[in-house]
T-cell receptor
């Protein structure tokens, strides 16, 4: 089983639509969680962190359910510029039990295309 | 801040040749990571360093791959000999312990082995 698994996608939605991505992780010791965005032929970039209480950044809302080891990302009012690959990312506890943001494990990514 | 700098941006080489990828992390960052991205496997962590010391190289696919970090401002990933299945985009990233927002990727090196 992969450490981080995402919806296979791809998602093809019209402008203005609401779209949700899901992700599960296998390591219960994981410390922190993120969504990254990757544009075609570019490097991944941090979109937002994910907190247990849920957090919102404009049109984007991220949720974490530690009990179910489940992470989600909701995009409201989709824009053409939201077209990209969205990567679910989990921080693993370092050897020796130290806590750090040192090692990130990435999901396979979900491709989103927003069309006019 | 120049960000994480990788070179070359593109590399085309023949099977059997040695390939060296280079990375300059952000000044002051104490972690450096090498990732490989392919369509089939996504982003895979190959190796990471903390304060120039290799911490975990379990993701390095074979003995043909090696990585070094001789100082805080430079790292190399070497493939010798290269094979067509090594074709991928190789990303370097750096971060500062305790700060997830400091996890920054370079632009990547697109390697094609023919």
């Amino acid at each position: 089983r992969k450490e981080v698994e995402q919806d296979p996608g791809p998602f093809n939605v019209p402008e203005g639509a609401t779209v949700a991505f899901n992700c599960t992780y296998s390591n219960s010791a994981s410390q922190s969680f993120f969504w990254y965005r990757q544009d075609c032929r570019k490097e991944p970039k941090l979109l937002m962190s994910v907190y247990s209480s849920g957090n919102e950044d404009g049109r984007f809302t991220a949720q974490l359910n530690r009990a179910s080891q489940y992470i989600s990302l909701l995009i409201r009012d989709s824009k053409l510029s939201d077209s990209a690959t969205y990567l679910c990312v989990v921080n693993s506890e370092l050897p020796g039990g130290g806590t750090s943001y040192g090692k990130l494990t990435f999901g396979q990514g979900t491709i989103l295309t927003v069309h006019p | 801040d120049a960000g994480v700098i990788q070179s070359p941006r593109h590399e085309v080489t023949e099977m059997g040749q040695e390939v060296t990828l280079r990375c300059k992390p952000i000044s002051g960052h104490d972690y450096l990571f090498w990732y490989r991205q392919t369509m089939m496997r996504g982003l895979e962590l190959l190796i990471y360093f903390n304060n120039n010391v290799p911490i975990d190289d379990s993701g390095m696919p074979e003995d043909r791959f090696s990585a070094k970090m001789p100082n805080a401002s430079f790292s190399t990933l070497k493939i010798q000999p290269s094979e067509p299945r090594d074709s991928a985009v190789y990303f370097c990233a750096s971060s500062l312990v305790g700060n997830p927002y400091g996890y920054t990727f370079g632009s990547g090196t697109r390697l094609t082995v023919v």
